[in-house]
């Protein structure tokens, strides 16, 4: 804290005023402290329902009091109430967001994880073979324009990628389909 200030502590009914020379600012900060400890630790559980992070965060707010004084100290009571909302506040945010996260999370393991139909995952694994015959059948320049297609590419990253002009990508991507269910049909995967 900077040094050679008045302070002047202001909650509810009491007013206590400090001017501590350079050498007394660890005792301004000390006598601040003791003073509003618990009454924001009080306000930030308010806030955020579990006392071992209310305790948390209030020594994030006065570690913030020690390092970031306010300019004035005449309305220290309101600058450590908005400085302990905010940060009850921002410790909310943050545990709805870890747990939004961590449902979809968990949603996603439990989908990937969910034993298969055995009926299902084999029709896929089939579906699978055929669709890699068909694509060796096919020209290398049309099954890869599918690949790239199908991977997500957008017509300008596929025209990139296969250096050519990018307006003849949608001509060629009907080509190739054209092509794949040719294949696909003479295969007999048709019915």
């Known amino acids: 804290m900077k040094g050679n200030f008045k302070v002047a502590i202001t909650l509810g009914k009491s007013r206590h005023t400090v001017a501590p020379a350079e050498q007394d600012t660890d005792a301004a900060f000390e006598a601040a402290f003791e003073e509003h400890w618990s009454w924001v630790c009080s306000a930030l559980y308010r806030i955020v329902g579990d006392w071992d992070e209310a305790e948390d965060l209030a020594l994030e707010v006065f570690w913030r009091l020690y390092y970031r004084p306010p300019q004035d100290w005449s309305g220290l009571g309101s600058w450590l109430y908005r400085v302990a909302t905010n940060r009850g506040l921002n410790a909310l945010r943050a545990r709805k967001r870890r747990q939004d996260y961590e449902k979809k999370a968990g949603k996603l393991r439990m989908e990937r994880d969910a034993p298969a139909d055995p009926a299902i995952e ?61 294949h696909y049909r003479a295969l007999g995967y048709v019915e």
């Open 122 to 182: 084999t029709e896929r694994q089939v579906e699978r073979q055929q669709v890699r015959s068909v694509l060796a059948k096919m020209k290398p320049r049309a099954a890869r324009i599918l690949l790239l297609r199908y991977l997500g590419l957008s017509y300008a990253e596929i025209a990139s990628v296969l250096e050519i002009v990018p307006g003849s990508v949608g001509t060629l991507l009907a080509r190739a389909e054209r092509e794949f269910e040719r």
